[in-house]
């Protein structure tokens, strides 16, 4: 088993429109202990938390943004 400790990415040859071509990456990798076979469950876990609490945040502010108008700052 193994968990991503680092990453790098560089494009190049870019189209006339600006996308990248070619996107070249390097990723480093650590070996860890097979014991830690729980790891992916907790780690999704805790990324549904994080999700969960992302939406509450997006909603308190669309809610104080409700109130703002526009009329406001012209």
Do not use: C, H, W
């Amino acid at each position: 088993m193994y968990v991503v400790t680092g990453s790098n990415e560089t494009r190049a040859l870019f189209f006339a429109d600006g996308a990248a071509r070619r996107i070249e990456f390097t990723l480093n990798l650590m070996s860890v202990d097979e014991s830690l076979t729980a790891l992916p469950g907790d780690l999704r876990d805790q990324a549904n938390i994080l999700i969960s609490r992302a939406g509450v945040v997006a909603d308190k502010i669309k809610t104080a943004a409700s109130g703002i108008s526009p009329q406001r700052f012209i």
